[in-house]
């Protein structure tokens, strides 16, 4: 389970000198602590100073334990693998390793996260990918992976982001969507549904390519006379 009680609130706060450390604190619970940590048994941890952080640790009992981490590299080591963790709150790993990453090299290190999770090919992934992409505003990429991942209700979230920066381009890939959509299905409810994404291709300033499409469709689809009444509407 995880914790809601303060550690400090039941042993006092221990003041320890450096130099003094490794004697006073017994070897077996630094090296038990150690492998919680490289375990992935700290969850959110929040960096309260520079180097300083606070976490919640799985155990069988309640309690928070507030620890000092030196070694930057061990602790971006766990922060990332722990980020891209399934179930995971992302935005705590996020925090940590933007805060502990050197920032002339945080555009290479995003770059190559980006790439680690690219590969990865799993779909929750994807949602990931894209979170990670606004929260570097990354539209460009976040355009690839819409085109690359999902489903058009799945575009629809993101068009927000991308609407102003890649209009033309984000109505490519609602038309490759919509297509996609009528070579699978041949039902009035679907047909709708189609329709509804070519109003948005106009919406978001692609009116040339929704035109475009519905003359297409027509001519491609003219037996299909639900078809051809929904985009009569349009």
């Not at 549904?193 to 070519?198: D, F, K, P």
């Not at 009116?207 to 929904?230: F, H, I």
């Amino acid at each position: 389970m995880t914790s809601g009680i303060q550690f400090d609130k039941i042993i006092g706060t221990m003041n320890i000198p450096l130099d003094q450390f490794e004697q006073i604190i017994d070897d077996t619970i630094l090296k038990r602590g150690l492998n919680y940590f490289r375990k992935g048994f700290v969850e959110e941890p929040e960096e309260l100073s520079h180097g300083y952080f606070e976490a919640i640790l799985q155990g069988s009992e309640p309690y928070r334990v507030t620890v000092t981490v030196q070694d930057r590299k061990e602790v971006i080591a766990r922060a990332r693998y722990l980020l891209v963790q399934s179930n995971r709150d992302h935005s705590h790993y996020y925090k940590i390793l933007k805060s502990q990453v050197d920032a002339n090299e945080w555009p290479s290190f995003t770059d190559d996260l980006i790439k680690q999770i690219s590969d990865g090919g799993r779909w929750n992934d994807s949602h990931f990918l894209a979170w990670i992409c606004i929260e570097e505003e990354r539209w460009k990429t976040l355009l690839e992976v819409c085109g690359r991942n999902f489903t058009l209700h799945g575009i629809q979230e993101y068009e927000k982001y991308l609407a102003d920066p890649y209009p033309e381009e984000l109505a490519g890939i609602y038309r490759q969507g919509i297509l996609e959509l009528l070579e699978r299905h041949t039902d009035r409810k679907h047909y709708q549904e189609a329709t509804r994404y070519i109003w948005r291709m106009k919406k978001i300033g692609a009116a040339v390519q929704g035109e475009e499409l519905t003359k297409e469709l027509q001519k491609k689809y003219p037996m299909r006379r639900a078809l051809m009444e929904e985009l009569e509407r349009i």
